[in-house]
């Protein structure tokens, strides 16, 4: 597998998003302290030379309104969508708070809420309006970090539907981690997968998404097989319970070794999130029944795949972009009943949040990279 690369300009967008964020490394000011209870948070701004970069704004303290709640936003945490908005250079997104993650606690509540109160440990939806049901265009519009405003901002308010509690056990920084790939894991695993225990589920990458399907599976009873090119992270991956690993860059064929550890059935369960270098390798180590998530293109879109033999082994595809909050909600009973504890491999302060991309950027994490606020 191989990430896709960044645009010409990027080296140097990320630049300066630390420079930028260099500015601020002293840490947040209390935010009673601030006259006019003004808050900060970050924008997409024009950059340099031209494309986006972070830029810190001041802006008013949010007023919940009828049905909204008011969250202070402790942590939040990046995925390769949020990197892919900044490189896209969008100007129509100028003026946009980033990232679709975060986890706070409720500071106040408007008229006509009911499923909260002041107080409580919230996470915010990755889809503001996404609560039950398939999803429409309506739903769509309603991505944070990318349709709407984000999470990159010391207080959010929003719609008490689009918002859940989190788990007792977890941190506000484990809590930021869920609502993008927390869930899509769990959903391409459960809601559509239908895993049940002993079945066998191949992870590519160790990225968040990779590292959520791992933990689930082995607290389902199932047998995860990941992939990597560093041996330091398989690892890692065998002491978070993978039955196997498999070094992708010393075995081109990795299909084959993954299918020779499932004794030669072929996996259940692929979470895919590979594309066009990953696709094709995993559809042969796929077994009989198998069901394949389809998620992300690192390696860019695959445009072709063997349908013919989908209909032979009676394999099932589903797209899969995140959930509902309805599956949210379940998932987080899933991880209360468990215990579990999501990955996190490097914790940034708010004033060094285009660090935090630049790690991303590098590729070198295990796991979810959170900002704390």
């Keep these: 597998m191989r990430g896709a690369g960044p645009g010409p300009a990027f080296p140097a967008v990320l630049a300066w998003l630390a420079a930028a964020g260099a500015l601020l490394a002293g840490g947040p000011e209390p935010l009673a302290a601030r006259q006019g209870f003004n808050i900060r948070q970050y924008q997409l701004a024009e950059a340099p030379g031209g494309g986006l970069a972070l830029a810190v704004r001041r802006v008013a303290r949010p007023t919940p309104g009828e049905g909204e709640i008011l969250v202070r936003v402790r942590a939040v945490s990046l995925n390769r969508r949020d990197l892919s908005i900044l490189r896209s250079g969008d100007g129509r997104r100028e003026g946009l708070v980033p990232l679709s993650d975060g986890a706070g606690q409720v500071v106040a509540v408007g008229p006509g809420v009911t499923r909260f109160e002041v107080g409580d440990r919230v996470a915010g939806t990755f889809f503001a309006e996404w609560v039950d049901g398939r999803r429409t265009e309506a739903v769509n519009a309603s991505a944070r ?106 075995n081109p064929e990795w299909q084959v070794e993954v299918r020779a550890l499932t004794g030669g059935a072929g996996v259940t369960h692929v979470l895919e999130v590979g594309g066009e270098d990953t696709l094709p390798r995993a559809v042969e180590a796929l077994g009989m029944n198998g069901h394949i998530a389809l998620i992300g293109g690192l390696s860019g879109s695959a445009e072709s795949v063997p349908v013919g033999s989908f209909i032979g082994n009676g394999t099932s595809v589903t797209g899969i972009y995140v959930g509902s909050r309805v599956e949210f909600e379940a998932m987080n009973e899933f991880i209360a009943e468990h215990m579990l504890r999501p990955v996190i491999d490097r914790v940034f302060p708010f004033g060094e949040a285009g660090a935090a991309y630049e790690y991303m950027e590098s590729g070198s994490h295990l796991g979810k990279i959170v900002i704390s606020m």
């Excluded at 308010?157 to 859940?164: I, Q, R, T």
């Excluded at 869930?183 to 959520?212: M, Y």
Aim: net charge negative.
């Design 145 to 250: 970090g990318g349709a709407v405003d984000g999470m990159l901002s010391e207080m959010v308010a929003g719609h008490e539907d689009g918002w859940v509690e989190i788990p007792e056990h977890l941190s506000f920084e484990e809590a930021a981690t869920l609502p993008c790939a927390a869930l899509t894991a769990w959903n391409g695993l459960f809601t559509h997968g239908a895993l049940r225990p002993g079945d066998f589920v191949l992870l590519e990458g160790t990225g968040g998404v990779s590292i959520f399907g791992l933990q689930f599976a082995a607290a389902h009873g199932a047998h995860a097989i990941i992939t990597s090119s560093s041996d330091e992270k398989l690892i890692r991956a065998r002491e978070l319970g993978a039955v196997g690993v498999v070094n992708y860059l010393r």
